[in-house]
C-alpha cells in the first residue's frame, strides 16, 4: 500500500528519444493537430485579447507611465553604466519615436507582447504533454491543455494591470523572456544528439540575460526550470538530477553572474541579509521600497500572506469590483494573530505547499501549478521585502504554471471528455467569453484619470497615494474645488499618521491650488504650516516665489524663485522654470519669459503650461503664428485646460477665423465652470462679435465675478467692439477706462491718442 501511495502518474524518462518539434502532427485519440489548428488555435486567442483590451487603447496614463513617455528618462537608462531595465527602456524609447504622447501606441505594444505570450504558453503547455516521459499517457490531452492554459492566461482579469498599465510591460517583456529561455531549455535537455544541447542551453541563458535587463524577477528563471525538470523530464528521479541539469544551470548561473556586473546584484543581496538579520526593526528605505515604508522586515513577511491569499481569491473570482489598481496603506500585520486573517492565510498557503509536496506524485499537474506560483511569486513578495505590499501584475509570471497545473490536472481527470475538438472548442468559447467579457469591463477603469483613481479610492479608502492621484486627476481637469478637497484630506490623514513624503506632497499641492485660483490667504497658511513641519524644504520655497509673483512682489518672486532652482529636480525644476516665466512676463520682460518657458521644455517636452505661457508671450507681442502654434500644442497636451482653451478662442478671433470655431473652443473652456475669469471674457467677446450683445453682458459678468477687476471688464469689453469693427461703441469703453483710478498712467496716454483719432 505504501509503496503504491508513491506511485507517480507520470512515466519515467525514455533513454532515448528528441522532444517532438513545435508543431505536431501527431494525432490524439480523436483528431489530429495539424498546423492550421495551431494556427487557428492562436488567431482566436490573439483577436479575442484584442478585444478584451480594445477599450483600454486610448486610456489614460498612471504612475510612472507619465515618466516612461515624457521625461528623457529613457535615454538616460540606455547607456553603458550600472542600471535596471534596459531592455524595457529601449522597447520604451521605440514607442517614443513613433509618437511619445499617444497612449495607443504604446498599450498596442504591450498588448502584442500579451499575446506572443499567450502563444509561448500555448507552446509550452502542447510541449509539456509531449516530452518522452509523458506522451505515451498525456499527449492526446496536449492540445486541449495548450488551447484552454492559453486562453485562460491570455484573458484572464488579474492581467490587466501588466498589459493596461503601460510601464509594467517591464513584467511582461521580462516572462516573455524566461518563457523563451525555458522552451531552449527544455528542448535542450531533451534533444537526441547530446552535443547539439549546448546551444540550446547559450541559448536559454541569452533569453534569461534579456529577461533580467527586463526585470529582475527573470532571476526566477532558474529556479522554475530546475523545478519542471524534475516534474517533467526527470519525472521525479532525484539520482543525477543535478549532473543532468548541470550543464543548464551552470549556463543560466553564468548569466547571472554576468547581470550582476551591471546590476551588482551581490550589493542588493547584502542589503536584504542586512533587512532579514533585523526582523523586528523599522526598515531602512532601498531603492525599491515603497515611499514611507513604516513596517518591520517581520510584518512585511507576515502581510504577504493575507496579500497572495487575496491574490488566490482573484483567479478564483476575478469579478472587476473586487480587482485593485493600487492597494498602498494595506495595513501591516503585527503578527501571525493581529490580524487574524494573517493566520488564515498562512495557513491556507502552508496547506497548499504541503499539499503539492505530498500529492506531487497522484496529482503531478496540480502540484506543479502551486509550486511554480509559490516559486515564482516568492521574490517580490517574501525577498525583496520592504516594496510596496500588493501589485496584480506580480502574477503575470506565477499564474502561468499555476494556470496550466489546474486545467491539465482537470482536463486529465475528466479523461476523454475533452478529446473531441468540438468539445474543446465550446470550452475554450466559454471561457474567453466570460474571461474576456470581464477583462473587457474592468478595462473601462482605463477610462481617464478621474475614472481610474475614483475606483481605487472606492475600494483602498486608506489609500493616500490615490487619493494623491485623484487630486492631481481633477487638478488637470480644471476641477479645482474636488482636487484641494483631496489633497486637505490626504494631508489630515498624513499628519495624523505621520507620512511625511505624503505631508510633503499634499501640503505642496494644496498649496499650488490656492494659488492657482488666487486664495493668497489659504495659500499663505500652508505655506506657514510647511515652514513649521518641513523647514527648508525646496517645495517652501517654490510656493513662496509663486505666492510673491501673484502678490505683485515680482522683485521677491524672482530672487526667491532663482534661489530655488538649486535645490530642485526633476518635474519641480519644470515648474520653478514655468512660474518664472510667468513672473517676467508679467513684468513686461518676454524675453526672459520665453527663455524661462524654453528650460521648462528642455526637462518635460510635454509640459502644458509652458507651451501655454509662450503661446501667451507671442500672442502679448503680437506674434499670432506662433501663438497659435504654441497654443496648440498646449491643447493636445491638455485638452481640458480652460485657460488653453479660451486663449485658442481668442487666438481665432484675433485672426478673424470662424466664429463657431471660437464658440466652440469657449464653449469647451466653460464647461467645467472653471474659477477663472478669462474663459467668461473670451465667451462674452465671441458673443459680441456674434451680435449677441445681451448674452455678452452676462459673460462679461460672470468674467467680473471670477475676478475680472477694474480697467480690465471695459478694457475687454473696448477689445471686443473693435474687433468687430464698431469703433463707436469701443469708445465708450475706452472713455470709462480712461476715467478710472486704476488705470496705468501710460495706458490713458495711449488711450486717449485712440480717443482722439476716433
Not at 632 to 647: C, E, T
Request: proline share 4%.
Amino acid at each position: 500500500m505504501r509503496k503504491n501511495r508513491k506511485k507517480s502518474l507520470l512515466l519515467k524518462p525514455e533513454a532515448s528519444g528528441a522532444a517532438p518539434p513545435f508543431p505536431d502532427t501527431l494525432p490524439t485519440e480523436q483528431f489530429r493537430v495539424t498546423l492550421k489548428v495551431h494556427l487557428i488555435s492562436l488567431a482566436f486567442i490573439a483577436a479575442a485579447v484584442f478585444l478584451a483590451y480594445s477599450n483600454s487603447l486610448h486610456g489614460t496614463w498612471a504612475f510612472d507611465d507619465t515618466a516612461i513617455s515624457q521625461n528623457t528618462s529613457i535615454e538616460d537608462n540606455l547607456n553603458l553604466r550600472l542600471g535596471y531595465r534596459k531592455i524595457a527602456y529601449l522597447s520604451f524609447l521605440v514607442n517614443k519615436w513613433i509618437n511619445p504622447l499617444d497612449p495607443v501606441n504604446y498599450r498596442l505594444f504591450n498588448i502584442a507582447i500579451h499575446v506572443v505570450n499567450a502563444a509561448l504558453v500555448y507552446w509550452l503547455a502542447f510541449l509539456t504533454l509531449r516530452l518522452p516521459g509523458m506522451r505515451e499517457r498525456f499527449a492526446r490531452y496536449s492540445y486541449p491543455v495548450a488551447l484552454l492554459t492559453a486562453a485562460v492566461f491570455a484573458l484572464h482579469p488579474v492581467n490587466i494591470n501588466a498589459v493596461s498599465y503601460i510601464v509594467q510591460r517591464m513584467t511582461s517583456l521580462s516572462t516573455m523572456f524566461v518563457l523563451l529561455g525555458l522552451i531552449s531549455y527544455i528542448y535542450g535537455r531533451t534533444y537526441s544528439f547530446r552535443f547539439s544541447s549546448a546551444p540550446l542551453y547559450a541559448i536559454a541563458a541569452f533569453f534569461v540575460f534579456l529577461g533580467i535587463f527586463s526585470k529582475e524577477n527573470a532571476i526566477m528563471a532558474l529556479p522554475l526550470m530546475v523545478l519542471y525538470d524534475y516534474f517533467f523530464i526527470s519525472c521525479f528521479e532525484n539520482t543525477g538530477l543535478l549532473r543532468r541539469t548541470g550543464i543548464g544551470v551552470a549556463a543560466l548561473l553564468i548569466v547571472i553572474a554576468a547581470a550582476s556586473v551591471y546590476l551588482d546584484f551581490s550589493k542588493a543581496a547584502g542589503v536584504l541579509a542586512s533587512q532579514f538579520l533585523h526582523l523586528n526593526e523599522p526598515m531602512t528605505p532601498l531603492g525599491w521600497s515603497a515611499v514611507d515604508v513604516y513596517w518591520t522586515p517581520l510584518q512585511h513577511i507576515l502581510t504577504e500572506f493575507r496579500v497572495i491569499a487575496r491574490y488566490l481569491f482573484l483567479l478564483l473570482v476575478p469579478l472587476p469590483k473586487f480587482l485593485l489598481f493600487d492597494n498602498w496603506g494595506l495595513v501591516p500585520s503585527k503578527s501571525l494573530t493581529d490580524p487574524l486573517s494573517t493566520l488564515f492565510a498562512f495557513a491556507l498557503i502552508a496547506g497548499l505547499l504541503l499539499l503539492s509536496i505530498l500529492r506531487s506524485r497522484k496529482m503531478p499537474f496540480l502540484a506543479f501549478g502551486l509550486l511554480w506560483y509559490l516559486t515564482a511569486i516568492s521574490l517580490e513578495s517574501f525577498i525583496a521585502i520592504g516594496s510596496d505590499f500588493y501589485f496584480e501584475h506580480r502574477n503575470y509570471l506565477p499564474v502561468i504554471g499555476l494556470f496550466f497545473g489546474i486545467i491539465a490536472q482537470t482536463t486529465v481527470s475528466l479523461k476523454d471528455i475533452l478529446l473531441k475538438q468540438k468539445v474543446v472548442w465550446i470550452a475554450a468559447f466559454v471561457l474567453s467569453t466570460v474571461l474576456g467579457g470581464l477583462t473587457y469591463q474592468r478595462n473601462f477603469v482605463w477610462k481617464d484619470s478621474v475614472t481610474l483613481w475614483t475606483d481605487t479610492v472606492s475600494k483602498a479608502p486608506q489609500n493616500l497615494r490615490a487619493a494623491m492621484a485623484l487630486g492631481n486627476a481633477y487638478l488637470k481637469d480644471a476641477d479645482f474645488p474636488s482636487a484641494a478637497r483631496y489633497y486637505s484630506g490626504v494631508l489630515k490623514h498624513a499628519a495624523a499618521d505621520r507620512r511625511p513624503q505624503y505631508f510633503h506632497d499634499a501640503a505642496y499641492s494644496l498649496g499650488m491650488t490656492h494659488l492657482f485660483l488666487g486664495n493668497l490667504g489659504q495659500a499663505k497658511k500652508i505655506i506657514d504650516l510647511m515652514d513649521a513641519r518641513l523647514a527648508g524644504n525646496p517645495a517652501t520655497d517654490i510656493l513662496r516665489g509663486f505666492y510673491s509673483s501673484l502678490s505683485g512682489d515680482t522683485d521677491a518672486a524672482l530672487r526667491q524663485l532663482n534661489q530655488s532652482l538649486s535645490a530642485v529636480t526633476g518635474h519641480d525644476n519644470v515648474i520653478v522654470y514655468t512660474l518664472l516665466g510667468d513672473t517676467y512676463r508679467r513684468t513686461g520682460q518676454m524675453d526672459k519669459a520665453l527663455e524661462s518657458y524654453k528650460q521648462a521644455l528642455k526637462s518635460d517636452p510635454s509640459f502644458a503650461a509652458a507651451y501655454y505661457g509662450m503661446g501667451n508671450v507671442y500672442l502679448t507681442i503680437k506674434d499670432v503664428g506662433n501663438a497659435e502654434k504654441l497654443t496648440g500644442q498646449a491643447l493636445a497636451l491638455d485638452p481640458a485646460n480652460p485657460l488653453v482653451l479660451a486663449q485658442m478662442a481668442d487666438i481665432i478671433l484675433i485672426k478673424k477665423g470662424s466664429l463657431d470655431a471660437a464658440k466652440q473652443y469657449a464653449e469647451r473652456a466653460i464647461a467645467s465652470s472653471p474659477p477663472f475669469y478669462q474663459p467668461y471674457a473670451t465667451m462674452g467677446m465671441v458673443m459680441v462679435m456674434l451680435g449677441r450683445d445681451a448674452d455678452a453682458d452676462v459673460f462679461f459678468q460672470r468674467a467680473q465675478e471670477h475676478g475680472l477687476r477694474g480697467y480690465m471688464l471695459p478694457f475687454t469689453q473696448a477689445r471686443a467692439y473693435f474687433m468687430k469693427g464698431d469703433k463707436k461703441r469701443a469708445a465708450v469703453y475706452l472713455k470709462e477706462i480712461a476715467g478710472m483710478t486704476d488705470t496705468p498712467a501710460e495706458l490713458k496716454n495711449i488711450i486717449n491718442k485712440d480717443l482722439d483719432r476716433l
